[in-house]
Structure formats: structure tokens, C-alpha cells
């Protein structure tokens, strides 16, 4: 498997704590990829990293077969990664597809298309900040998609999503695979369950786990883990 993105020994200090220490990740083209692990364990420090918002103390990122671990993030973008935020980032003033279009630079069939993909394009005129917060979220991925990456990585994308909404994620999920890698940042262990073709567990800044459901499900430290800060996570 040649990954699309890997890193090698990736480590963060912030003073004396280490936030992330000696990271060997690799995601294969066209999987979705769960990164998950409890409060604090390092997953927002280890993702700032990929996209270029932070810069690693030690360690290497590579990307489609470069090293990009200096690279700025638009650069980054540039080259195919994309990356949607925690807290909704749409402008709420511009309508939905102003704000695509801001996204994907004045590519206007791209606009239309990503609007369609995540089931937004009757909505295309509304303007964003009238919008459920689950459709808000929905645009924010269209906003992703239009730039059309090869890698999305995806931060709590189901965080305050009614239950209806949520489903029709998964659903929007699977059909961008294996065209887009997913990387998923994801608190909702069903979401994580279902979706992942492999699961990456981070705890206090290392990996502790790696492998399918199944095996994350079933592993030892992993419930231990979990059940070490309040289990809260693990029985979302
Ligand atoms: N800018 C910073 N300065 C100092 N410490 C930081 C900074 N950013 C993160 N940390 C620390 O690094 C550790 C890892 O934090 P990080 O936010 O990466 O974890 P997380 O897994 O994303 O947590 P959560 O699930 O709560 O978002 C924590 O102990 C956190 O307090």
C-alpha cells in the first residue's frame, strides 16, 4: 500500500508536556480512517500538524509522495487536502452558494456539484446563517468538497446532529470513498463503528491502538483507556 499520507516519528511538545510523541500513521488511498481516543489524548494537536496549522517539534509528514512537513497549509490545500472545523465556519450573511463558491474559487460547476452531493442544491439561494446547524455542517462539507481535495479530514462533523441527520452523514460519507480519503475526527463511537475501515487510538500524545472495529472494539487498552477518564466516549 502506497499511503496518500503518512507520518513518521511526529511529536509536539508545548513546554514540558508532550501532546503528541513519535506518531507513525498511515492512511491508505480511498479508506475512512477514524482517529479517535479520549479528552486531551493529542488528536486536534496530531491533525493541526497534517494540515499545517501547527509545526511539529520532531518527526516527518508526508503527503502524495512528498514531504510536507514545512509546507504552509495553503500549499497543503493546493495539493488536495482539505479540512472542515470543529465550529461551523460558514459566513453566515452569504447564501449557500457564495459560500461554496468562495471555497472553490470561481469554479462554478464544482460549486453546484458539492451542493448536490450533501443534498443542499434546493437550498442553494438560502442564505447559510437561516440554516439548521446539521445543514449548516452540511455546507461546511460541501465547502470541503468543492475544493475538490483528495483528502478530507473531517473534525467532529457529527457533533449536534439530530439523529436523522446523522444517518444521512454516514450515507454522504460512503459515497465520497474511494475518490476522497476520509479522515475522521469523531467522538460518536456508532458513527465510528460503521463508517471506519480502520480506527487510529490515541492516548496521552501516542498511538495505543491501530486496526479495524473489530479489533479496536475488542482491544483491552483500548476499553481500559476509555474507562480511565469516565468511559463517557466509548457508550456515545
Ligand atoms: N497550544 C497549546 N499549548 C499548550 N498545551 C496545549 C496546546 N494545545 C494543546 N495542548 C495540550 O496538549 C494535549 C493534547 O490536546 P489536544 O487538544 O490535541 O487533545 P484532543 O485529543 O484533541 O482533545 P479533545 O478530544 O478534548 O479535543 C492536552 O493536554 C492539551 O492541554
Known sequence: MTAILSTS????????LRANHDIDFALAPGEIHALIGPNGAGKTTFVSMLIGRLAPSEGTIRFDGRDVTRMPAHRRVALGMAYTFQITSVFGRLSCAENVALAARGRDADVQRALERVGLAERAAEIAGDLSYGHQ???EIAMGLAQRPRLLILDEPT???????????????????????????????SVVMELADRITVLNFGEVLAQGTPAQIHDNPAVQAAYLGTGGQDAED
Do not use: C
Not at 9 to 16: I, M, N, V, W, Y
Not at 162 to 179: G, T
Open 159 to 189: 457533533q449536534g446532529l439530530a439523529e436523522s441527520e446523522v444517518a444521512a452523514f454516514k450515507q454522504l460519507i460512503r459515497a465520497l470513498v474511494p475518490d476522497t480519503t476520509i479522515l475522521l475526527i469523531e467522538h460518536n463511537m
Open 137 to 139: 455542517r452540511l455546507l
Open 9 to 16: 516519528g511526529l511529536g509536539k511538545r508545548f513546554d514540558g
